[in-house]
């Protein structure tokens, strides 16, 4: 049954009614905005190096409100931040860049990833290399409540267009320098809707996005992402490298088991021969597992070699 029918049927009113970051089990989700009210959730913390030592220089951010350039989505806006390490010089070799869908989430310094301060320790170690980062949230148009949805959820190479298109020559004109066109060195990344979308993107333009990683993604029932497991199967394998996470209390709404879904795709990338990277916890449908591994799984997709 497509979402059409559903709405024909009078079963939700829009998409945005059922949204797994707000709906879980028939409940307000509140895990994704710190709360820990799944008791999976209370054993994760955010890993050591979203504390950075005294010593370690931390990068720069800089805000763009309601940017309004998304030529591939007309009418919408969106806040986008750009994170640039310390020392950052648009003259030396083209920089790798990491792109995070709700990107407040990822950015927020006292949230479950903290990822700028992670990017921080790890650079300043050597165990990552210089790397420009993107926190960008969803497009909002005043017309079509459903534009998170029709972003992160679609199975179509529109996201991908838009960040290639709009985003990144954004972001680059904003540093001052062109970013590393080597698919491996491109990563996207994202919870819910935006982990399906970061698999998207690459699954879409594995020669623009190397690597992805999905925090509780939405392979489910709702734009048509419960077909990954047999399109991963049987297509052609793609030189993308994936990290996926979820966890036994993630959601169990109408559209889908997240557990399950998460399973069989990661299930279906290792029959395929993948280089995959699949991290189940108890955690639900939030961060905190994620934010717990998050350097770890920067570590990994941005390991030497194929």
């Known amino acids: 049954m497509d979402l059409e029918t559903y709405e024909a049927l009078g079963l939700h009113q829009s998409l945005s009614d059922v949204d797994p970051l707000r709906v879980v089990n028939g409940r307000a989700n509140r895990e994704i905005q710190g709360s820990l009210s799944?008791?999976?959730?209370?054993?994760?913390?955010?890993?050591?190096?979203?504390?950075?030592?005294?010593?370690?220089?931390?990068?720069?951010?800089?805000?763009?409100?309601?940017?309004?350039?998304?030529?591939?989505?007309?009418?919408?806006?969106?806040?986008?931040?750009?994170?640039?390490?310390?020392?950052?010089?648009?003259?030396?070799?083209a920089p790798g860049v990491?792109?995070?869908?709700?990107?407040?989430?990822?950015?927020?310094?006292?949230?479950?990833?903290?990822?700028?301060?992670?990017?921080?320790?790890?650079?300043?170690?050597?165990?990552?290399?210089?790397?420009?980062?993107?926190?960008?949230?969803?497009?909002?148009?005043p017309d079509n409540p459903q534009q998170r949805s029709i972003e992160y959820d679609s199975l179509t190479g529109h996201y991908a267009r838009f960040l290639l298109e709009d985003l990144l020559p954004f972001v680059e004109g904003e540093i001052g320098c062109a970013l590393s066109p080597d698919p491996g060195r491109r990563t996207v990344c994202g919870i819910s809707s935006g982990?399906?979308?970061?698999?998207?993107?690459?699954?879409?333009?594995?020669?623009?996005f190397g690597r992805a990683l999905s925090h509780c993604g939405s392979f489910t029932a709702i734009r048509g992402g419960h077909n990954y497991p047999f399109l991963s199967r049987s297509t052609e394998r793609k030189p993308i490298r994936v990290w996926m996470q979820s966890g036994s209390a993630d959601a169990d709404i109408l559209f889908g088991n997240?557990?399950?879904?998460?399973?069989?795709?990661?299930?279906?990338?290792?029959?395929?021969?993948?280089?995959?990277?699949?991290?189940?916890?108890?955690?639900?449908?939030?961060?905190?597992?994620?934010?717990?591994?998050?350097?770890?799984?920067?570590?990994?997709?941005?390991?030497?070699?194929?």
């Open 38 to 93: 799944v008791p999976g959730d209370r054993q994760y913390h955010p890993c050591p190096e979203a504390f950075p030592a005294d010593d370690v220089p931390r990068g720069h951010v800089a805000s763009h409100r309601a940017w309004a350039g998304a030529r591939v989505y007309p009418g919408t806006t969106r806040d986008v931040r750009i994170y640039t390490p310390s020392g950052f010089d648009p003259k030396k070799p």
């Open 98 to 141: 990491i792109v995070f869908n709700d990107g407040s989430w990822y950015l927020d310094r006292d949230g479950p990833v903290r990822a700028a301060a992670v990017l921080d320790s790890l650079i300043h170690a050597g165990e990552a290399p210089p790397t420009v980062a993107v926190f960008v949230m969803p497009g909002t148009n």
């Open 195 to 208: 982990g399906i979308c970061a698999f998207t993107a690459a699954w879409m333009r594995p020669d623009s």
């Open 258 to 306: 997240w557990p399950q879904a998460n399973q069989a795709v990661a299930a279906s990338l290792a029959f395929a021969g993948y280089d995959h990277r699949f991290v189940f916890g108890e955690g639900g449908h939030s961060l905190h597992h994620g934010g717990a591994v998050f350097a770890d799984a920067l570590r990994w997709l941005w390991r030497a070699g194929d």
